[in-house]
């Protein structure tokens, strides 16, 4: 089951988001205080990101972190998954595959967008599976830094 993230939610959701960027699915670690801004924006509004927590049999066993953007290229609305997250015990029962699913069906927006570290082989073969297509895209950032 997906529900939308709650204030209840919040010890849960701090401490899976900081296991998930110590794991190898991704290439860097964030700070503890980016993930406390984000649970915030999550409480705040749903217009930049939306988040949701994974159950399965009652018990919190995942997240999901999806932020909105609009592309004149895809003619609509952007999701883009920023994070799945599924508690290594709960792993393999098919959860993010159903939550793709659940995304495709009840998202009303004209591209689903992700982006994965080039060492997570399983994460990619998962959304080849699901349809999703590479993108020959360079990306590049510029972050802002704050005292």
Request: with cysteine; glycine share 6%.
């Amino acid at each position: 089951m997906f529900r939308k993230i709650q204030k209840k939610d919040k010890e849960f959701y701090i401490n899976s988001a900081n296991e998930f960027y110590n794991s190898d699915a991704v290439d860097h670690k964030i700070p503890i205080k980016n993930i406390e801004k984000t649970f915030n924006e999550l409480m705040r509004s749903n217009e930049y990101a939306e988040g949701y927590i994974f159950e399965k049999d009652g018990e919190k066993v995942g997240y999901a972190l999806l932020a909105k953007s609009f592309s004149q290229e895809a003619g609509g609305i952007v999701i883009w998954l920023e994070e799945i997250y599924i508690l290594p015990q709960f792993r393999s029962l098919g959860l993010g595959g159903e939550f793709i699913s659940f995304l495709k069906e009840n998202q009303d927006c004209s591209r689903l967008r992700l982006e994965l570290s080039q060492a997570n082989n399983r994460a990619y073969n998962a959304y080849k599976k699901h349809g999703f297509e590479v993108l020959d895209y360079k990306q590049m950032i510029f972050d802002k830094k704050f005292d």
